[in-house]
């Protein structure tokens, strides 16, 4: 990233990318204004350990932050937490504010992120039904991780790998849900997929591939049993759905910066505006070995 000459900077989204961005611009030497705008309540933190450690209780909300609050303070960091940004005016080069206020900038940073899959089917909003993306979410989920209910997880992908594993851990009966013939296959390798279904199997993890979801049942409001779509039940006292995710990019798009499947970024991380930057989940950048622009969702994508 390029900000030379920049005095102001603005950085929309507090996640991996957006505390990374701000960390680099003061170790580098940046000294001009910086500001951070998160639509979380909480500060920057670390969203890898929610499927694991914080969600089995063993992390506190605080071990999660990248930085405690006296380093922004201590960096003279503008934090706005609680607050979505409504619109860029790329002409005017500010963030404007849901309730009327706006934040000029000479260079900006889209690290908005991104946000789960909604599950396509019937009773995807009965309670009982959860993603796991942010620390609210840990909340809703936490309290129902109760030795012997049991757990069905639609997607095998990493997050709900890791949940079952921390619910196996907790004492739940967890069945996890893939409609792929195996395991992190969009991901990694058949060699990795089998060792990681060996090693949940091993644990107590029912596993079933090439398995497609028709719907949810419940009663009374509340999730009750997955219906897979050869008629097989699986009673259900809560079921996590990790079936992907979507770039956060429609502040961007509706600004007039270039989007597909993501905010597109060259090299350096810059947008179709020369003073717009954007990066993690929600930036698509060149994939040099495959001659197209895609997303990485990684924490090291973010850094």
């Not at 979505?84 to 000479?106: C, F, M, N, S, W």
């Not at 030795?147 to 709900?160: E, N, Q, S």
């Not at 060699?191 to 090693?199: D, H, N, W």
Request: net charge negative.
């Amino acid at each position: 990233m390029d900000l030379t000459g920049a005095t102001r900077i603005v950085i929309i989204g507090g996640g991996q990318a957006g505390a990374q961005a701000l960390q680099s611009l003061r170790q580098g030497g940046y000294e001009g204004k910086l500001t951070l705008v998160a639509d979380e309540a909480a500060l920057p933190y670390q969203r890898p350990p929610l499927s694991k450690a914080y969600m089995k209780g063993e992390f506190s909300e605080e071990r999660l932050y990248f930085r405690p609050e006296s380093w922004y303070q201590d960096q003279n960091i503008e934090v706005i937490l609680s607050t979505h940004a409504a619109k860029i005016d790329r002409t005017a080069q500010t963030v404007e504010l849901p309730h009327g206020g706006q934040i000029d900038y000479d260079a900006l940073i889209i690290a908005t992120g991104s946000r789960p899959r909604v599950l396509p089917t019937k009773g995807a909003d009965l309670e009982g039904v959860h993603d796991l993306r942010d620390l609210s979410d840990v909340e809703r989920i936490r309290p129902n991780m109760i030795a012997g209910r049991k757990m069905v997880i639609i997607g095998a992908g990493y997050i709900g790998l890791e949940a079952a594993a921390v619910a196996r851990q907790m004492g739940l009966d967890v069945t996890v849900l893939e409609m792929a013939p195996r395991v992190l296959a969009r991901v990694t390798s058949p060699v990795m997929s089998e060792f990681f279904e060996t090693e949940h199997r091993a644990q107590g993890v029912t596993i079933l591939t090439g398995a497609r979801l028709d719907h949810l049942d419940g009663e009374g409001g509340k999730v009750s049993a997955a219906i897979l779509a050869d008629g097989t039940r699986l009673d259900a006292d809560i079921v996590l759905v990790g079936i992907g995710i979507l770039p956060n990019e429609e502040l961007a798009r509706d600004a007039g910066i270039a989007c597909n499947n993501g905010i597109l970024v060259d090299r350096d991380a810059r947008t179709s505006d020369p003073r717009v930057f954007a990066a993690g989940d929600c930036a698509s950048r060149p994939l040099v070995h495959f001659g197209r622009s895609g997303r990485l969702e990684s924490v090291h994508n973010a850094i």
